[in-house]
């Protein structure tokens, strides 16, 4: 599906030691993540998911297809990123390609990682980043409204583009993020071409030190305030704790060292199942001795569109759907006797899939 979720923050905040965690899972547990690489710092990460396993032990398939997510680790920012200094021309041009951003913020002490900044300040830290895609955002606003203006007066389109330029202009100026304006899904569209870098969904990751893992500090404490007035999420974890887990090749081994650390699972479960809803992504299965197989659709998707992830033929030739909710699966124990029961439903076009549904589709070559 394209969407990505890009992982972003300031240097030495962990950044890096958490792409390099989920990338190294490809070496410890396949059925945990699997990873590989398209190209530099860009790598796909299997969504973990119970529920695959739990038709996978009904049905006894020849093998266990999760979905993926396609994460994006993104150069390093610094003040200034929106003049172009470091990397910032760099960074920018990598966010406006991803659809959701994880913020990774530093919540630990640690006199040999080198900090620029000066104290531990996760919300100064938060604030840095955000300013410098609020002030790239008010650069790309302006630009667009000189454009639109000139045209509102012919073009009745351009005069709604100014009208809701006017209204982010306005709240840029004021400090604030555009993904807390709440434009309408018709005025978001009117002004879709400039990709405006603060609409985008955000969650945060609190990098905290090993003995604050399960409980958090005073940092994630105050990151976790700040977040819940944005609406946002925060996970709590430490990146390196999750990066040694990774680099445990042997399933015992593994098993052993987060009984140690009195962990029912890696945090980057947690992590990358956020980041799945954060990009408003839902999963739909198909079951059967040959794979079971779990499949990444939009929310809100119809029947024949979650289709076409299996195949294009399957939505231009869709008839029908053979529709099984999870619940009901797993209760029952088998496709056949969810049929027997009545709990297999046939749903046509207009069916709006919904997360975990079981579905067979017919369809006309």
């Known amino acids: 599906m394209a969407l990505q979720a890009g992982i972003v923050g300031l240097p030495n905040v962990g950044k890096s030691t958490l792409f390099n965690a989920v990338s190294n899972s490809a070496k410890a547990q396949a059925s945990n993540y699997r990873f590989c690489t398209i190209e530099p710092n860009v790598g796909l990460v299997d969504v973990p998911d119970q529920r695959l396993q739990q038709l996978a032990d009904l049905i006894i398939p020849q093998k266990i297809v999760p979905t993926q997510l396609e994460i ?5 920012l610094v003040k200034g990123a929106s003049k172009g200094e470091g990397l910032g021309n760099k960074f920018l041009a990598n966010i406006r390609e991803v659809s959701a951003i ?3 913020i530093r919540c630990f002490e640690d006199e040999n990682v080198l900090r620029d900044e000066g104290v531990i300040n996760p919300i100064g830290d938060k604030e840095i980043i955000e300013t410098e895609l609020q002030l790239k955002d008010l650069e790309s606003v302006e630009k667009k409204m000189q454009r639109s203006e ?5 073009d009745p389109k351009a005069k709604v583009e100014v009208e809701v ?26 002004i879709a071409d400039i990709f405006l870098l603060t609409e985008k969904p955000v969650m945060y990751v609190a990098n905290v030190d090993e003995k604050s893992m399960h409980t958090g500090n005073v940092y994630s404490d105050k990151l976790l305030v700040m977040a819940k007035e ?6 709590v974890m430490c990146n390196n704790i999750e990066a040694q887990i990774t680099e445990l090749e042997d399933p015992d081994d593994k098993a052993l060292f987060m009984e140690e650390y009195q962990m029912k699972e890696p945090a980057l479960n947690r992590l990358i199942q956020s980041a799945y809803k954060l990009l408003n992504l839902e999963t739909y299965f198909t079951a059967g001795v040959q794979e079971v197989r779990a499949w990444t659709i939009g929310n809100g998707w119809k029947a024949p569109q979650a289709a076409s992830v299996i195949h294009t033929d399957f939505e231009k030739g869709f008839i029908k759907a053979e529709v099984i909710a999870f619940d009901d699966f797993i ?6 006797a969810c049929r027997e029961s009545g709990k297999l439903r046939i749903e046509g076009k207009e069916y709006i899939v919904k997360d975990g549904d079981v579905m067979h589709f017919r369809f006309n070559v």
Not at 150 to 154: D, L, P, Q, R
Not at 230 to 235: H, L, P, T, Y
Request: glycine letters at 8%; aromatic letters at 2%.
């Open 150 to 154: 000139k045209m509102a007066k012919t």
């Open 102 to 104: 994880i913020h990774v």
């Open 72 to 76: 994006v680790d993104i150069a390093g």
């Open 165 to 190: 330029l006017k209204k982010c202009l306005a709240h840029l100026e004021q400090g604030k993020s555009i993904r807390s304006l709440g434009l309408s899904k018709e005025e978001s569209l009117a």
């Open 230 to 235: 944005e609406g946002a999420q925060v996970i």
């Open 331 to 336: 209760k029952f124990k088998s496709e056949a």
